[in-house]
């Protein structure tokens, strides 16, 4: 049987997830990561994108994270989300939301004429686009 | 002395005030309830982050010389901002003017040392406080009267603003004044230097291997996203604590309010019978020696 370690999902909002977790994916700012029990300390800002969470108890369940860190330990895994939310309570609206914040943010830079925090948007947007289909029911 | 019809509209009005602040009261116990797991929620996130944060500022280490200024300040304490959040409403007790009372000790103290300050409040109650005598160096108060409950996204406008200024050199330490919250009858007024942080010392399970963390992409580039994050979390921790302070203080004073309501109703209804009881007795005597003289 599989090791579990510690795993929180916390949202400046509250607490979503809290629990022993066997497998932990993590979309990192340099590619997502598979983390088990046992893995090396990494402390990793994330991208936008699906955190996967097999728990000990073997049940499944999939977060939308926007922004954050993830603190990782050989016994514990930390997320913390500038937002969170659980996949399947993303609506259509929710999502249209998010896309026209992107949008927004990539604009104002677009006409401040800052070069990297354009850059910066434009992949959030581009990231964003690209999950779309995993993330939306269709 | 008072005609019983007088007496009789006092008792009116006291009850219908009575009727009112007992109201406010039950309401702000509802919203007490709501802004209490706020905060409790919103917990577990600042704690972790502080943990976040005590483990990088270790791994950098005392070599502050190419951190960035968000953590290391300017190395200069010159400009002060100070960030006094406080209600939008008032009939609280003392919550606002404790809070103001704190930031403008602060203020004179740092004035009389011969710095410069500048004050942003959030909430228009601690403004007109302290507009009185700061009026010259407020900035734009933060106006929330709008927002029925606070979200990340306020706070991040705050610390946007805030962090704005920084990079513009316009203050090289910031202080936030809020209200703790303890319990109904309890906030304490707190003052918290939230640039440069006060990084706190947190004694982990995970110390010892702290200084084999790996970072992706590496320190610095996390420093960098994590520190504006951080003045917004603090924000939004105080705006929440504020919150439930504010419920809490206007709770308890709207209680006392209830009861003195009651007990000036009890006072009157007693000078009103009595003073009834007389124009009886008067009224009898008339009438007796009315009789007797006959």
């Known amino acids: 049987m599989a090791e579990n370690f510690t795993f929180e999902l916390v949202s400046p909002e509250k607490l979503l997830l809290s629990g022993d977790a066997e497998m932990v994916t993590i979309p990192g700012v340099e590619g997502d990561m598979g983390v088990l029990a046992k893995h090396a300390a990494v402390m990793t800002s994330l991208r936008p994108g699906l955190v996967g969470v097999k728990m000990g108890d073997g049940s499944e369940s999939a977060f939308f994270v926007r922004g954050g860190f993830a603190d990782i330990t050989p016994t514990s895994v930390t997320v913390l989300a500038e937002f969170a939310m659980p996949k399947e309570d993303v609506t259509k609206e929710a999502w249209e939301e998010q896309k026209r914040i992107a949008q927004e943010e990539y604009e104002l830079h677009h006409a401040a004429g800052d070069e990297e925090k354009k850059l910066a948007a434009h992949s959030y947007l581009d990231q964003l686009n690209r999950l779309e289909p995993s993330i939306l029911p269709a | 002395m008072a005609s019983l019809k007088d007496l009789r509209n006092r008792i009116a009005s006291v009850k219908a005030t009575q009727k009112i602040t007992k109201a406010m009261q039950m309401v702000a116990a509802a919203k007490l309830r709501r802004a209490q797991t706020a905060a409790e929620a919103a917990r577990p996130y600042s704690q972790r982050m502080d943990n976040v944060m005590a483990n990088i500022a270790a791994a950098i280490g005392d070599d502050t010389s190419n951190a960035p200024k968000l953590l290391a300040g300017t190395g200069s304490d010159q400009t002060h901002l100070l960030i006094v959040a406080t209600a939008e409403r008032g009939l609280c007790g003392g919550f606002n003017s404790s809070i103001a009372r704190l930031g403008r000790e602060k203020a004179r103290e740092l004035l009389a040392g011969g710095k410069t300050v500048k004050i942003l409040c959030i909430g228009k109650k601690g403004a007109d406080v302290l507009r ?163």
């Open chain 2, 132 to 294: 009185s005598e700061f009026d010259d160096i407020m900035l734009p108060v933060v106006d929330l009267r709008e927002v029925k409950h606070v979200g990340y996204n306020n706070a991040a406008d705050i610390a946007h603003q805030v962090l704005g200024m920084f990079d513009a050199d316009d203050f090289d330490v910031a202080t936030l004044f809020y209200s703790e919250f303890q319990s109904v009858i309890s906030q304490i007024p707190t003052a918290q230097q939230i640039i440069p942080p006060s990084i706190p010392h947190v004694e982990s399970d995970a110390d010892s291997a702290s200084t084999f963390y790996e970072y992706e992409p590496d320190e610095n580039e996390i420093l960098a996203d994590l520190l504006p994050n951080n003045v917004t979390v603090q924000i939004f921790r105080a705006l929440l604590e504020n919150a439930a302070s504010e419920q809490g203080a206007r709770m308890s004073a709207m209680d006392n309010a209830t009861r003195n309501a009651g007990e000036m109703i009890d006072k009157l209804t007693q000078t009103f019978n009595r003073q009834r009881q007389a124009q009886i007795t008067t009224e009898l005597i008339e009438i007796i020696a009315g009789a007797e003289a006959l």
